[in-house]
């Protein structure tokens, strides 16, 4: 069955770096996006970032376009997020999800908190 | 950007029907999935492309979009679905992935 396992989660100070990994398993990993989302404590889903199965195609949202990098390495099958000039407001759980419109499966997520 | 506009909030009660509204400038024209998020857990697909249903969801799940909404109905509604319903869409004209704001379901 498929599996995504999101692991790098931590404390980082504001202005800091992180990178927050997923692992997949159970599907032909280079058949599809990989998509990140990510979830303030208290708060609704945000959509950030997606990776086509061969790695050439990427989008991200405005709020974190040129601050954070989404990259695969399809030999190990698994995808990350890059984060860096982290602020208040990027504290949240930040889940990966198989796929780009319908996400069909989600990892259990992992918590990013950026405070001094 | 696209904006999904959800009502903050909808209760129902049990065995009654749920209506969840999802609204967005011709969301007609896209393909709408929902999500059901349980308290501290990941959400999970229970409706994909407007109206079909992934292996495992029960059939009181059901899913409409017409015009400017799109709507998620569950029938005979049970206290275990009291939970977060997230709309979701892949808007096209600007590549870019699009939640509404969700809305919480409450069981009587």
């Known amino acids: 069955q498929v599996r995504l396992v999101e692991s790098g989660g931590g404390l980082v100070k504001p202005g800091g770096s992180l990178r927050v990994s997923c692992a997949a398993s159970?599907?032909?990993?280079?058949?599809?996006?990989m998509s990140w989302i990510r979830q303030a404590p208290g708060k609704g889903l945000e959509w950030i970032s997606c990776?086509?199965?061969?790695?050439?195609?990427?989008y991200y949202a405005d709020s974190v376009k040129g601050r954070f990098t989404i990259s695969r390495d399809n030999a190990k099958n698994s995808v990350s997020l890059e984060m860096s000039s982290l602020r208040d407001e990027d504290s949240a759980v930040y889940f990966c999800?198989?796929?780009?419109?319908?996400?069909?499966?989600w990892g259990q997520g992992t918590l990013v908190t950026v405070s001094s | 950007s696209y904006v999904l506009t959800q009502p903050p909030s909808v209760s129902v009660a049990p065995g009654e029907t749920a209506r969840i509204t999802c609204g967005g400038n011709?969301?007609?024209?896209?393909?709408v999935h929902w999500y059901q998020q349980m308290p501290g857990q990941a959400p999970v697909l229970v409706i994909e492309?407007?109206?079909d249903r992934p292996s495992g969801i029960p059939e009181r799940f059901s899913g409409s979009n017409s015009g400017n909404t799109a709507t998620l109905t569950i029938s005979r509604v049970e206290g275990g679905d009291e939970a977060d319903y997230y709309c979701?869409?892949?808007?096209?004209?600007?590549?870019?992935?699009?939640f509404g704001g969700g809305t919480k379901l409450t069981v009587l």
């Open positions: 999800a198989r796929e780009r419109s319908a996400l069909a499966n």
């Open positions: 159970g599907f032909t990993f280079t058949d599809h996006y």
């Open positions: 990776i086509s199965g061969s790695g050439t195609v990427i």
């Open positions: 011709n969301v007609g024209s896209k393909s």
């Open positions: 492309y407007d109206t």
């Open positions: 979701q869409v892949w808007d096209t004209s600007d590549d870019r992935g699009v």
